[in-house]
């Protein structure tokens, strides 16, 4: 099942990049025998740094349990065995065509990731399309940053990251971070941050608990979990009370004020201190010190964002920005923190349920038509909208649902909110096919396993979170018996008589990539892998080779139909699921620095599990003395959903009425056993970030 992975030095060094973030701190892989990781000071965003998983990140190459040949169950309940290529190729395909002519396209669905290259991106939304002709596509990136990419494009036109290179967060006057943690999920993002501050420039963080970030910063807002919403609408509110407004950019670049002037007068500072918990002097400085200069940022990820009302929320901060004029200015603006490794690239070109390549609508008939004419298909013959990433989970297995899914890159038994639910729908299936380098919680529930390259072994470009587009490159072949997932897709899709072309060259699907998204609002038609290597990255969109590509979008115009950008009232409504006498407690979860997502990679790195070998809830001493429980116990965390045990941890860092959860753990631990499913209306994002929860001590851990 396993083997030792031969590892041959390269003739020369080979730059690339970071497999973990959306940072994708450049990195040198070279050596004789294990390769050995050298941090690159030529890529800006992380400039000669990496965090502790950079530095590790070679050991994934050869964990112990790496699978190297394909596994197969010969019937429901019967262990995985080793089987060939062909036979798990077989079976995959038979089944398929045997569902598809029973139950029609949309039995046959596929879920993909986030940390997915673009190419295998693309080449797995195409694959649903027309080798599947399904619907039925979608991938965890919905659990990332769809709310912030719903937001943005309903204000701006397009859903671009960060608005500027990261290089010019170091020059800015106030950048105010919104629900995100980067010294522990991103730590060479930090460096940016000081430039900023030995510069004169002040941090401002909002966030429930204090965090490594909140540390550092200048000011910290503490709001209950689920009111950011309340805090945006807030701080516009005191921005037109003290005269803060940018009168002359909102007149000639933006459209819809007067509604949002007439919804934040309802916002008093009283009442939200009351909403919020953060007292009005610290709101009153947190505004100043945005509006004192020209070059500001407000900068939202995954805590303003995870909510069933993640969109709005995220439309409340960008209308903050757009009443003190940074969109659109060199140097500030709105912005979101991409967290996998190609969030960006990952939800622009078809693996997402309403997409095609280029950020096409799969509605859109001119869209239909210019990538089905790439793909030499008729548009008539191109599925429409799929469900979303939690309702098509939630479909599988059953009467209306899919009965087979195709699994890339995720780890849905572990990432997925009402995670027991979840893992009981892929039970269910007729057919669960995972591709994977070891036995992650959801491959071990499989019917086939397929084992995959690894980061090291395959090229490629990722989207980083500037728009930026990169180059990963191969350092060493993979192991015998393991294929990538182009390989994996070409051969499927031979067997499945599916039309077009299926290179497994990663720069051949990168050149059909460039046709698909030609004339798309992410458009990388002018884009070549040799602009890439010469330049060091080139942003999107760029359509055309002789064209420089687009660091900084919206300097002359946003990409609305009129070019303005659009103010949006939007309410606070909390949380969907308050605290009452049975659930007292608000629950929210995160990560730590020394794990990542689901843990599937991590937690196979010694020193990163010697550095978080467990999961735990962080508890205020005040609520924890209410309760009985002492620091180190095993408590038991209940939800509506489920129940967890982990052990306490008892901070003053956390809100009195709040606990916290990582989510990276498997097991009895897993903090998305208890995790809301309640969808954001136009997101379809669950709501991660907050749950109402009881606590029990267990006493002290064995």
């Not at 965003?45 to 990140?57: D, F, I, V, Y």
């Not at 940016?192 to 420039?201: Q, S, V, W």
């Not at 429930?208 to 909140?214: G, K, M, N, Q, V």
């Not at 991660?688 to 006493?699: D, I, M, N, S, T």
Request: proline share 8%; with cysteine.
């Amino acid at each position: 099942m396993t083997a030792t992975l031969p590892q041959t030095a390269s003739p020369r060094s080979t730059a690339t990049h970071c497999p973990y973030c959306a940072l994708q701190c450049g990195m040198r892989l070279d050596g004789a025998g294990p390769l050995t990781v050298t941090p690159r000071d030529d890529v800006p965003a992380n400039r000669g740094g990496l965090c502790q998983k950079g530095w590790t990140a070679t050991e994934l190459l050869t964990v112990p349990d790496r699978i190297t040949t394909p596994l197969m169950r010969a019937r429901r309940g019967a262990p995985l065995e080793p089987c060939t290529w062909d036979e798990a190729l077989d079976r995959i395909a038979a089944q398929a065509l045997r569902l598809r002519a029973a139950h029609g396209p949309d039995a046959v669905a596929v879920f993909g990731g986030g940390g997915l290259t673009n190419e295998k991106s693309y080449q797995l939304g195409k694959f649903a399309r027309i080798a599947l002709r399904t619907s039925q596509i979608d991938y965890n990136g919905r659990f990332c940053m769809s709310s912030a990419a719903a937001a943005s494009n309903r204000a701006f036109g397009m859903d671009r990251g960060l608005p500027g290179p990261i290089t010019d967060l170091g020059r800015a006057d106030a950048i105010l971070l919104v629900g995100g943690n980067v010294a522990e999920t991103m730590p060479p993002f930090v460096r940016h941050l000081t430039d900023m501050r030995e510069r004169g420039g002040a941090l401002v963080v909002v966030d429930p608990r204090r965090t490594a970030t909140a540390r550092q910063a200048d000011l910290h807002l503490q709001p209950a979990p689920g009111t950011d919403l309340a805090l945006a609408n807030g701080l516009l509110h005191l921005a037109v009370m003290e005269g803060l407004l940018d009168e002359d950019y909102i007149a000639e670049r933006t459209t819809g004020f007067a509604a949002v002037r007439t919804a934040v007068n309802a916002y008093w500072p009283d009442r939200v201190e009351r909403v919020t918990g953060v007292p009005v002097p610290q709101m009153r400085e947190a505004v100043r010190l945005l509006a004192r200069g020209r070059r500001s940022y407000i900068l939202t990820a995954r805590g303003a964002e995870q909510h069933a009302r993640g969109v709005d929320t995220v439309t409340a901060f960008i209308n903050l920005a757009l009443a003190l004029g940074l969109p659109g200015r060199e140097g500030s603006g709105y912005g979101c923190l991409t967290g996998q490794g190609n969030g960006q690239g990952g939800r622009e070109h078809g693996q997402k349920a309403d997409q095609l390549p280029g950020y096409r609508r799969i509605d859109d008939p001119a869209a239909r038509a210019h990538v089905a004419g790439v793909w030499g298909v008729d548009p008539g013959d191109l599925p429409g909208p799929g469900r979303s990433a939690y309702e098509l989970l939630m479909a599988l297995g059953t009467a209306e649902g899919p009965k087979a899914l195709l699994l890339f890159g995720s780890n849905p038994v572990v990432s997925a909110p009402r995670a027991l639910a979840v893992t009981e729908r892929l039970d269910s299936l007729d057919l669960l096919v995972v591709a994977d380098f070891v036995l992650s919680e959801t491959a071990a529930r499989a019917d086939v396993v397929l084992p995959t390259a690894q980061w090291a072994e395959e090229s490629g470009t990722m989207t980083n979170l500037e728009g930026r587009v990169l180059r990963r490159r191969r350092a060493l072949p993979p192991p015998p018996g393991v294929r990538t997932d182009l390989e994996i897709l070409a051969a499927l899709a031979d067997r499945l008589d599916a039309p077009g072309k299926w290179s497994t060259e990663p720069a051949e699907v990168f050149d059909e990539l460039r046709a698909a998204s030609a004339g798309g609002l992410a458009d990388y038609s002018g884009i070549t892998y040799e602009r890439v290597e010469r330049e060091g990255g080139v942003f999107w969109p760029c359509p055309g080779e002789d064209h420089p590509g687009t660091p900084r979008p919206f300097l002359d115009r946003f990409a609305t139909p009129d070019g303005r950008a659009r103010f949006v009232p939007v309410e606070h409504h909390g949380p969907a699921e308050p605290t009452d006498a049975d659930y007292p407690v608000t629950l929210t979860t995160g990560r730590v620095l020394a794990q990542y997502q689901s843990g599937a990679q991590t937690r196979r790195v010694a020193a990163l599990t010697e550095a978080a070998p467990e999961p735990f809830v962080e508890i205020h001493p005040d609520l924890a003395e209410r309760l009985g429980i002492a620091h180190g116990d095993d408590v038991r965390v209940t939800s509506r959903r489920g129940a967890a045990t982990v052990r306490a941890r008892l901070t003053t860092a956390i809100r009195h009425d709040t606990v916290f959860m990582p989510f990276h753990w498997a097991g009895e631990g897993r903090a998305n056993l208890l995790t809301n499913p309640a969808l954001d209306p136009t997101s379809r994002m669950p709501e991660f970030k907050v749950c109402a929860v009881r606590l029990e001590p267990l006493g002290v851990n064995a």
